[in-house]
């Protein structure tokens, strides 16, 4: 019977065979069409793992067979989180943009080896902050990149400081250097007077304050949490009332015996990192003590690291980056 349905001398198959040609040209403009207007989405995630790849290119697929409207896929929390790759397609307008900004940002966020996490924390970030207001910000441990660039750029009045041989050389941004106080200087004794600014961002920052600079030497868990402490302590007394901090940072599961990050630091275990526990306990608390409140509900729960692949960064299956969201309310 199969065969009779495509013969050649029937008008019938002829008309069956020309509808097939139809619909399958349909569906191709279709997606072709749908693609286009998202390819910036597909491009934010290319760096991604596998597993994730076939997960959103089916639902892609599944939403263009069904004439649905394409749109962010899960439930994400508004601000204190952990690291989530589905975040990266809602981020993916503001990502485009900081692309087109400068090379050096668009390296940054397309940066195979750290797998999105860099660019999760910069949409994190411009999802949480209005910049309308033209706020004084702090952007403290900029290193290499020019982020505080592009924020000048959108209106905001920035100053950055890092220590005078830091971890990663300062870009050289020689058009927009005007736009932006650069500082030397640490995070444990800011040079600055209380109430100074609108928001103070650390961007994968204080997770180096276990390690001695230039030396590349690395201090106990102790020290480095005394310094941590010191360090949130410091950010929020620069800040206005009412004023914002962003942290971002790692922090791990005692589950995790290895170590994807490349670094110069010969670290005893796992370096450049919190112990999970201490996401509140020294993080979230030390925020709380010192006159700051979260913005968003809190949910931090190690339950989501160990049941899902996608809130493990490039690290390691247990390894996690965080971001901390506050407001100074005192």
């Known amino acids: 019977m199969l065969p009779l349905i495509f013969d050649h001398d029937s008008t019938d198959s002829r008309a069956i065979l020309v509808r097939v040609i139809k619909l399958l040209k349909n569906l191709y403009q279709r997606i072709t069409a749908t693609f286009s207007r998202h390819r910036w989405e597909l491009k934010s995630i290319k760096n ?167 030396q590349n030497k690395q201090v106990t868990y102790d020290v480095f949490i005394r310094r941590t402490k010191r360090a949130i302590k410091e950010m929020i007394r620069v800040l206005k009332k009412g004023g914002k901090l962003y942290i971002t940072t790692d922090a791990y599961l005692t589950k995790q015996k290895t170590d994807r990050w490349k670094t110069d630091v010969k670290y005893r275990g796992i370096g450049g990192a919190f112990k999970f526990a201490d996401i509140r306990n020294v993080l979230l608390n030390t925020a709380v003590r010192n006159g700051c409140r979260p913005v968003y509900n809190t949910s931090f729960s190690s339950s989501k690291l160990l049941d899902s692949v996608h809130y493990a960064n490039y690290r390691g299956r247990y390894i996690t980056t965080v971001a901390l969201f506050c407001n100074k309310v005192v």
């Not at 690291?83 to 940054?108: C, G, H, I, N, T």
Request: charged share 20%.
């Open 48 to 214: 991604l793992d596998y597993l994730v790849k076939k997960e959103f290119y089916i639902f892609y697929l599944i939403r263009f067979y069904l004439k649905l409207p394409i749109h962010y896929p899960f439930p994400t929390d508004r601000g204190n989180q952990f690291f989530y790759l589905w975040d990266l397609v809602a981020f993916a307008p503001s990502l485009k943009r900081l692309s087109q900004f400068d090379q050096r940002l668009k390296e940054m966020i397309g940066e195979f080896y750290i797998k999105g996490v860099r660019a999760w924390e910069y949409g994190k970030f411009l999802s949480l902050v209005e910049l309308d207001s033209h706020p004084m910000i702090l952007d403290v441990g900029p290193g290499s990149s020019t982020f505080s660039y592009y924020l000048a750029h959108e209106g905001a009045r920035v100053t950055t400081i890092d220590l005078p041989s830091p971890m990663e050389a300062r870009w050289d941004y020689k058009s927009k250097r005007s736009n932006v106080k650069n500082v030397h200087g640490t995070v444990l004794a800011l040079p600055f007077s209380d109430n100074s600014f609108n928001l103070v961002m650390a961007i994968s920052t204080i997770e180096h304050l276990d390690t001695n600079y230039p």
